[in-house]
């Protein structure tokens, strides 16, 4: 299984950037998805998963605004839309994709794989 995330980039802040990852090598269709970010000398946090069946979960009410997970089944991609950007978003975003689970979806240790990364950096 291969995830590969791509869209990011420098970006100004209030700008916007669409974070895309297409999975390969297994059936898209069966997967729930995540989005997770890593800032410099910080830990992986979670930002936004999707389930195989369009529910979506974000890691605060407040950047549900900001933020905007969505899949697209028929492309096996799923995109992380972000809005008004902060210097603060500024890290490296990760897909993440696992099975069916009833464990929680904030949690990194719950998905089976793992895209590279691909790094937003956003300047004041």
């Known amino acids: 299984v291969q995830l590969e995330e791509s869209g990011g980039g420098l970006v100004q802040a209030e700008g916007s950037l669409r974070l895309s990852c297409v999975v390969s090598?297994?059936?898209?269709?069966?997967?729930?998805m995540g989005w997770f970010r890593q800032a410099p000398g910080l830990e992986r946090e979670f930002v936004a998963h999707?389930?195989?069946?369009?529910?979506?979960?974000y890691a605060a009410d407040s950047e549900k605004g900001r933020f905007t997970i969505s899949r697209d089944n028929a492309k096996n991609t799923v995109y992380l839309q972000v809005n008004s950007l902060k210097p603060e978003d500024t890290a490296v975003y990760y897909c993440?994709?696992?099975?069916?689970?009833?464990?929680?979806?904030?949690?990194?240790?719950?998905?089976?794989?793992w895209g590279q990364g691909t790094q937003v950096t956003v300047s004041s």
């Open positions: 090598g297994t059936t898209f269709g069966l997967l729930d």
């Open positions: 993440a994709a696992r099975h069916l689970s009833v464990r929680p979806a904030s949690s990194s240790l719950t998905y089976d794989y």
């Open positions: 999707v389930t195989r069946s369009g529910s979506t979960i």
